[in-house]
């Protein structure tokens, strides 16, 4: 006995079939196992299938309640094996995209509210300091003048304190008055924003789906390298991802980049692991390299990302290509390198995709 739950559905699949029970409508009672949706999918059949390979999403249409038009919905199911029972629950895809988008939204309207009140905070301090500045006389100007100089600098961008600053903030904070107390507050807020400096330039730095470090990331990274720094770069690219997200949505693509990049920093934890773009990835490795070792984690990243993929019917026509382009001898300019690593590339999507190979001259 099987039974499925999903949006008020529930169904027992007996020796006779699937029946729609407990629905509260015109199909209780009737056998579901033929059922279809509009392009003709058995997604009742699709989804016992899923369950009995271990659990598993099917894609399908169907009409939210009340309603009459078919949506496209995602269903999960998984087998409970001592009863045999098919468990699941689904929901449809625009209701997943309208959290997504309401996050988004709040998440703005967030950074907007938190940068209007930190620009307008400085502002009325500063004003304030030069307040006071006038009223209280020579006496007191000195930790004003201090102060207010901080501020600027805040209000300016300037966030880490030159010597002089620093020694002048600390004689200020230490003070039992007004002053100190302000002093030490303006310290707390320049730490606060300048980890919050750190955070932002970490999200410029950092492909905002996978978590690896992007294009721009990248370029800096070379650009530090010293010129007798010796390089490594595998270029990586998923085979047949466009027919994945043509055929079952950028959600499923999404997934697959997502799998595709944990899989890649599980297995080359001492690298830059980097999305291009797309479905293009790079490792760079520094420092002389042993190629039958790098070749053999290259074999166990292709070996273990298919065998992940294979598990997932919308993924499993996914392979990997990869080029490789060593630095053996001495230093490789960082253009030449990444030339020689895309033709090595070209040369495995030429021999059937789903391999790799190693540039030669």
């Known amino acids: 006995m099987r ?19 407990l629905r509260g409508s015109a199909a209780e009672g009737k056998l579901r196992i033929d059922a279809k949706d509009p392009k003709g999918r058995y997604y009742i059949r699709e989804m016992i299938e899923q369950a009995k390979q271990g659990g598993g999403f099917s894609d399908f249409l169907f009409p939210k309640p009340g309603l009459t038009e078919p949506l496209p919905k995602r269903y999960y199911t998984m087998e409970f094996a001592p009863y045999h029972w098919v468990i699941g629950t689904g929901i449809w895809l625009d209701q997943i995209d309208r959290r997504v988008a309401m996050r988004e939204k709040a998440f703005v309207q967030n950074m907007k509210e938190q940068v209007i009140r930190t620009v307008t905070g400085l502002a009325l301090l500063e004003i304030l300091f030069v307040l006071l500045a006038v009223i209280v006389g020579r006496r007191l100007a000195y930790p004003i003048q201090v102060a207010t100089k901080r501020m600027r600098e805040l209000g300016n961008g300037k966030l880490k304190m030159d010597v002089q600053t620093r020694a002048e903030m600390q004689e200020l904070s230490r003070r039992d008055d007004e002053f100190g107390a302000m002093s030490r507050a303006m310290n707390e807020m320049n730490q606060k924003l300048y980890d919050n400096q ?9 492909d905002a789906l996978t978590g690896l470090a992007n294009r721009r990331h990248f370029t800096e990274f070379t650009h530090k390298c010293s010129g007798d720094t010796m390089l490594t770069l595998i270029s990586l690219d998923l085979d047949h991802f466009k027919a994945v997200n043509d055929n079952f949505g950028h959600q499923t693509g999404d997934a697959a980049l997502l799998i595709f990049a944990e899989v890649l920093k599980s297995q080359f934890t001492d690298a830059l692991n980097v999305r291009m773009g797309g479905d293009e990835f790079l490792v760079a490795l520094t420092g002389k390299v042993d190629p039958e070792k790098t070749e053999a984690r290259l074999q166990a990243f292709m070996r273990q990302l298919v065998a ?23 230093p490789v300019p960082i253009e030449v390198l990444m030339n020689h690593c895309d033709e090595a590339l070209y040369k495995a999507k030429a021999c059937g995709r789903s391999c790799y190979r190693v540039y030669q001259e």
Request: charged share 25%; glycine share 10%; proline share 0%.
């Open 3 to 21: 039974y499925d739950n999903g949006q008020g559905d529930f169904t027992i699949d007996t020796d006779q079939g699937v029946n729609v029970v």
């Open 198 to 206: 750190r955070i932002i330039l970490c999200m410029a730095q950092k």
């Open 308 to 330: 992940v993929y294979r598990q997932d019917e919308g993924l499993k026509c996914l392979t990997v290509s990869a080029g490789i382009a060593y630095a053996k001898e001495k």
